[in-house]
């Protein structure tokens, strides 16, 4: 089992940053894909980024040059760095881990006010 404790959602006007940190604990396997998905009200759950435990990095179109994702693997910690929000970036946003099996945080809401 793998445990997933998300922390940094909150509320910001437009333009503004936020930053989302998610620590892996559990059984870990060092290979792994770590990263976070969204999901608005009335909406189907989607990608935002994931990173592998090599580095390699995914990103939804609409968050590119304004997302930045990257972990430290020594801490089993996923991070998004998140500017220039918009919006259409209100959501909750899940944290997950995939090596094989797959696990969800429980989520942490971030409102961005125009």
């Known amino acids: 089992q793998v445990q997933l404790a998300e922390s940094g959602g909150g509320l910001v006007q437009a333009g503004g940053s936020l930053r989302l940190s998610c620590a892996a604990s559990?059984?870990?396997?060092?290979?792994?894909?770590m990263g976070w998905f969204r999901q608005a009200p009335g909406k189907q759950r989607e990608l935002v980024a994931v990173?592998?435990?090599?580095?390699?990095?995914n990103y939804q179109a609409s968050v590119k040059g304004r997302f930045t994702i990257s972990r430290d693997n020594a801490k089993d910690t996923v991070y998004l760095q998140m500017n220039s929000l918009k919006p259409d970036d209100t959501a909750v946003y899940y944290c997950?881990?995939?090596?094989?099996?797959?696990?969800w945080g429980q989520g942490t809401q971030v409102t961005v006010s125009s």
């Open positions: 997950t881990y995939r090596s094989g099996s797959v696990y």
């Open positions: 559990g059984s870990i396997y060092k290979i792994n894909t």
């Open positions: 990173i592998t435990s090599l580095g390699l990095t």
